[in-house]
């Protein structure tokens, strides 16, 4: 008798954390509340931030790969 106890203790502790883990791994329910907390705390005015700041990053980028070979250029002609 107390070996089937054991057994239902330890089934039930190792299932409760692997469905809550697959319910809360599911598309629908990360869709439903996750995004949606995700949207109210960060509005679509930071989407407008997040492009100018993607924009900055690229433009600096540019500038310093000009950098690099405006570099490599004078190191070739010496």
Known sequence: ???KIEMFKMMLYLSFP????WIS?????FEEYIVKRKR???PADEQLHRKE???FKERM???????RLKQISMESDN
């Open 1 to 3: 008798m107390g070996v």
């Open 18 to 21: 692997v469905s809550m883990f």
């Open 25 to 29: 791994n599911q598309a629908e329910y």
């Open 40 to 42: 109210e705390i960060f």
């Open 53 to 55: 700041l993607e924009d």
């Open 61 to 67: 980028r540019a500038r310093k790969e000009q950098r």
